[in-house]
């Protein structure tokens, strides 16, 4: 497609978008005709309650929020805004677990997904005997529900996210990335069907094989082209166990060598890690370390004193290996090996042993005791392998350089060929790339001033070196910068667009083809 029909297109959506004209305080007119105008309120006292989300930096309430019970009440709502003569927004929100304003609609509906659950019981229902185990499950179920069903029969979802609690339809919006993500790829490649409805209020079921470009525009599509209301979850047996190996380097040139020789086939480690997360520590103190992990106080006191006589952050490799009773030995061999093998810093090897239900969902706890206040200007850049060291030099040691702690600033590596280019979701253009994480929280509005300048410096970064970054929950506000995240997909990104929701009602929030009013 040439630049200026590419460009009338963009500028036509947006003139589109331009007439939605939803008053907050009454409902458009004809709504309250439909069936489903009794789930739709505009009570201020519930629409403030949809105002922001997890990152707490945006703050617009909805012009009213809608609960419905089924997907066809869903479809409803789209077809009579895609036929209006005034169409307006309408925002599908999972639990809102975005960071920057990407669920919010000041200018329309917003759709609870989460409603679905209350009233559709056995919304997630698991095949275990047929050829390929799978679960078909609703989109607004979180993961923790779908683990939970999945174990009955001694089974798992391929991938999960690291936190459990986020929604099935936002993770596969977006990606869906933790520490196994190397060996299976992000979520998205781990789906075989899905129910959407589009922006014509169409429902369609779609896969690989039946309406192809619909699935794979809606994997990572950022919830432009429809709202997800089923997915069928690829499935594996469930180990029962988990062995925790936590390694302590100083170097990152040599955890990150070490990182890549786990994921890669073809050496002695190949396969034998089933988890890995590599992750940044900045001034490592006591109260860093205390009740962030199972240390021991004489293990605390060597950790502080390794990162006081290093200049700079030091590494952590978290490795997991999964088993089951018949397996038990076989993963001592498998660490045992590990330990010689990998160039840790000698006496910071730890290790413990639990079910893996605990290791899975080992994050509930510290997200639930994340402030309700705390603002979270999160940054996540997926950085090419060959740039890897560059930039662990330019931000780690220079930008962040004296950077008085905090944790969860990961970094580990993905293998590309685990993802299917056809998905709307984008990789640097390398066959490894790391996800390099800052995964600020702030409680103070000056220091998310100061995050965001630091945010923006290690854009900046990236682009001034031509390190070829993409990023990862993207959120950009102007379509120039979506179309560099998105760059030889663009054209495809913006002519599904057109095809799937024609008039840009959904998901406004992620501001691609609108602007927030
Ligand atoms: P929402 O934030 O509600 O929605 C996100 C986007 O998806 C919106 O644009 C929305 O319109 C759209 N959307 C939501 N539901 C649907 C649907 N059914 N159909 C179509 N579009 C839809 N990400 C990871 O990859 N791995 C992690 O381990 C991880 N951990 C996290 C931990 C925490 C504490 C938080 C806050 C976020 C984490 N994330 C992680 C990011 C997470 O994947 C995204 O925030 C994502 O938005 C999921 O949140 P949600 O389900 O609440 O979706």
Redesign the pocket.
Known sequence: MDLSRQNSIILSITILTTFASFVKSSLPQGLQTLNISSEITTDPNITASFAT??GNLFNCTPGAVFFPSSPKDIATLIRFSYTSTTPFHI?????????YG??LVPDGILID?SSLDRTNYNRINVTSNGPIPYADVG??QIWIDVLNATLKHDLMPRLL???LS?????????????GRAFMHG??ISNVYELDVITGTGEIVTCSKESNPDLFYA?LGG??QF????RARIALEPAQKRVRWLELFYTDIKVLTSDEEKLISTGNSLSGIVDYLEGEVLFNVTQGLLTGSFNFSNSDVEKIVKLASENSGPIYLLNVVLFYNDTTATSVDQKVELLLKELHYTSGFAFSYDLPLFNFLNR?SFR?AA?SSVAQ?PWLVMLVPKSKVLEFGSKVYRGILNGFKGGRFFLLYPLNRAMWDDEMSAVTPNEEVFYRADFLWTSEAANETKSIAKKNKQIQNICEKYNFGCKE??PHFTNQIAWQKQFGEKWEKFVSRKMKYDPKAL??P??RIFTTLG
């Open positions: 989300d997890f925002s599908q929100r999972g639990l809102g677990h975005s960071a990407q669920t997904m989109a607004e996210t690291d936190y986020l929604t099935v339809g936002g993770t596969l919006s977006n990606a869906g990335l933790s992000p979520q809606v950022l919830g429809g709202v997800i209301t994050l997200v994340t979270c990862y929950l959904l998901s929030g992620q």
